[in-house]
């Protein structure tokens, strides 16, 4: 009933637990919550650039005390002691937590017929469907415990619509979405909400497009800005021809979603596929 009678953004008190790289849209969800009080623990494999975007946000929370803290947790959540280890971390860290939202989308691109399209199976597996469940089984113990919590997915709405050399990538995390139906249902009694916030063309995706695995600028591997510039061009306008209104997402959009769910104004919301594609489709 308390959250029901607190209907505004307020997150101040709350810990949120985000997992995945630094990205654009990660970036931009984890400064919109802290802006609005809520603590954060990044978790990820490079900690040194989640160490670096959490000391940012801690020289922002500097000059403005209402805003929440931030901390770089390093973790291989292929690996099921590495899951637990890094949820008692970011709890113990700020005192519990209440919001896990799971930003580890890949944006690997083979075509089925590819003869090696399978050689990455396990890890894309891993990544896309296996280390969100491990986390969110491990995460469950404190928001059902605080008997209030948000859970949240992101995935690429692109996907869902079926454009080519995607199959993969839609058959290991399409699955999260019939997932969360039913997941929400088992923890309403607990106050825990479970969503998908299906976002629209980042520039990650875009650069992954047009760039096959292995090549320069394919998962996270050197590339020039002018060459990621011009893949991300050459990718837009490839993807104009079936859907003519595609133009990149604004990361802050994506996160002011975000924010929302995680707020006391989303308790309503649950068991939902949203998408935040800026008219794409």
């Given at each position: ?74 973790a ?15 709890a ?7 919001i ?66 995607n ?6 995390r ?10 929400s ?97």
């Open positions: 009933m308390a959250e029901q009678m607190d209907a505004s953004f307020k997150l101040s008190e709350r810990t949120a637990l985000l997992t995945g790289p630094c990205t654009t849209i990660n970036q931009a969800i984890a400064t919109k919550l802290t802006s609005l009080g809520c603590n954060i623990a990044l978790i990820d494999r490079n900690i040194e650039k989640s160490s670096r975007f959490a000391e940012q946000l801690m020289n922002t929370r500097e000059i403005n005390e209402r805003f929440g803290r931030a901390v770089a947790i390093q291989d959540l292929s690996k099921s002691h590495h899951v637990q280890d890094a949820a008692s971390r970011a113990e860290a700020f005192g519990g937590l209440d896990f939202i799971d930003g580890l989308l890949t944006t690997d691109v083979r075509e089925f017929r590819d003869p090696q399209a399978l050689e990455d199976l396990d890890r894309l597996m891993d990544v896309n469907l296996r280390a969100p469940l491990m986390m969110t089984h491990a995460v469950l113990k404190f928001l059902e415990g605080r008997k209030r919590g948000r859970i949240i997915y992101l995935q690429h709405d692109i996907v869902r619509l079926g454009i080519e050399k199959g993969i990538l839609a058959a290991t399409g699955g999260l979405s019939d997932f969360t139906r039913i997941l249902r088992e923890v309403a009694p607990s106050n825990v909400t479970v969503n998908v916030v299906s976002i629209g063309v980042s520039e990650e995706f875009l650069i992954q497009q047009t760039n096959p695995p292995g090549a320069p600028g394919a998962r996270g591997q050197g590339a020039s800005t002018t060459e990621n510039r011009a893949s991300i061009n050459d990718s837009l306008s490839a993807l104009k021809q079936s859907f003519p209104r595609a133009t990149m997402i604004d990361p802050d959009r994506v996160a002011n979603v975000v924010a929302f769910l995680a707020s006391p104004l989303g308790a309503a919301m649950t068991g939902q596929t949203i998408s935040a594609n800026q008219g794409l489709a």
